[in-house]
């Protein structure tokens, strides 16, 4: 690291260059009750330490409350409207069928990483699951000493694709299950390894939300994963680094007395009104790994194909108990900071013990037998921590104090606003 190195501008935010390593990590559904209930019960004492020796706040995350938009907030210090990443999915009208997001070409402006590694930083972006980790590491020239890879396919890195291999070796970890929290665990344990080995400037470590979507803060297996969190953010405290903490979005319980998922079904009561195959909802929540929610979320997003009006629509499904919001496209994109070209025609957010699937016969909710619905994607769900483990110094004091924290900031708070 050289201090003399000028600053790094990447989408118009200059970034002076490190001071010492800098380590961002998303806690993947890390709502601010976890850590509440765990700071309460002095279960996470090295958060505890950050939060009263450095900076820590609740930040608005960006909204639809999902793991992509979010990811890439953090990652390019840009709001959605700029970066684009609105979904796991939007509808591509051309061809009316939805199309994944997740490719680093639909990706507008550049990463923080990238840029940092073009000016000559050495950087690290791992991934929990697989469908974040090309975005992230878009630029990025792993041929030039820098490493991105994801723990789901911990097993197959390459030096050409990832810049790492034998990660499994690395970390002295077995290959963990996509439902499961060492998928998680493996993300940190392998950005401590390469901190303490290679002494990278910048690491993103992103972790995956299946802890949280299975178990509520008062839970035991909720508290031992933070348990674990907690212990391996204290190992990489103990390197010199800056440590900022955030998560993607928050969780919250979507079941009823009985422990059954309170489900809108919006497109078959859009189709019941207006017949089927006049309006497309798109639940931008879906991956390819849905058993812990049923690709049920708080957000989705409806079409119309030319006959319905955004209008008619929201008349007919305003007024339905537990549906918070229905916005068209051009009040969704100003209050949530959308991208209008990637917008549809209504967008729809559900109450906080609430949410919206499509057809009730499209989603298998088989995987949650036995669980309560936990999941995200709506208002109720954008309050992520903030957390540094070091002080701010006083121009990032003022800046805190002045205007609302925004997740996406977190790289600016860490780089520029630390002593
Ligand atoms: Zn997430």
């Known amino acids: 690291m050289n201090p003399n190195q000028p600053s790094v501008v990447v989408n118009d935010t200059p970034y002076r260059w490190p001071l010492r390593p800098v380590v961002v990590v998303c806690v993947d559904g890390g709502d601010p009750s976890y850590l509440q209930q765990y700071l309460a019960d002095g279960s996470v004492s090295n958060i505890a330490r950050f939060i009263s020796q450095g900076f820590a706040g609740v930040a608005d995350g960006s909204m639809p409350s ?8 953090l990652i390019t210090g840009t709001p959605t409207a700029r970066h684009g990443i609105s979904g796991n999915y939007y509808l591509d009208t051309a061809t009316w069928q939805p199309v994944v997001m997740t490719g680093p070409e639909l990706l507008r402006g550049d990463t923080i990483i990238a840029r940092f590694a073009a000016a000559g930083a050495k950087v690290v972006s791992i991934t929990a699951k697989d469908k974040l980790r090309k975005q992230l590491a878009k630029g990025l020239d792993v041929s030039q000493g820098h490493v991105s890879f994801s723990s789901e396919f911990a097993d197959r890195c390459t030096l050409a694709e990832n810049g790492i291999e034998n990660v499994l070796e690395l970390v002295g970890m077995d290959k963990p299950g996509m439902y499961s929290m060492e998928l998680s665990l493996l993300v940190l344990e392998a950005g401590l390894k390469l901190l303490q ?10 972790l995956t939300d299946w802890v949280q979507h ?5 839970e035991e297996d909720a508290r031992a994963f933070y348990r674990k969190l907690d212990d391996v953010f204290g190992r990489l405290a103990a390197c010199d680094v800056t440590l900022a903490l955030t998560a993607d979005h928050g969780m919250s319980d979507k079941s009823n007395a009985a422990g059954e998922p309170n489900v809108i079904w919006l497109q078959d009561i859009l189709d019941a009104r207006f017949g089927a195959g006049e309006t497309v909802v798109i639940c931008p929540i879906t991956d390819a790994f849905v058993a812990h929610h049923g690709a049920l979320g708080g ?7 030319g006959k319905v009006s955004a209008q008619q629509i929201i008349q007919h499904i305003v ?11 051009a009040t969704a994109c100003r209050m949530f900071d ?18 919206i699937g499509a057809s009730a ?7 949650l037998k036995g669980n309560r619905l936990r999941t995200h994607g709506g208002t109720s769900e954008t309050k992520v921590p903030f957390i540094l483990n070091r002080p701010l110094n006083d121009a990032y004091k003022a800046k805190a104090a002045s205007q609302p924290l925004k997740s996406w900031q977190l790289f600016d708070y860490a780089i520029n606003g630390t002593l």
């Open 338 to 355: 959308l991208p209008a070209d990637r917008e549809a025609d209504v967008a729809v957010v559900s109450r906080h013990d609430v949410c």
């Open 66 to 73: 999902f793991t992509c938009p979010n990811n890439m907030s």
């Open 214 to 218: 299975k178990w509520a803060p008062q």
């Open 361 to 367: 016969v499209n989603h298998d909710l088989t995987g």
């Open 299 to 305: 957000f989705v997003r409806v079409w119309s194909r």
């Open 319 to 329: 007024s339905i108990d537990g549906i918070e919001l229905a916005l068209d496209k």
């Open 197 to 206: 080995q290679r002494r990278p400037d910048l690491l993103y470590l992103s």
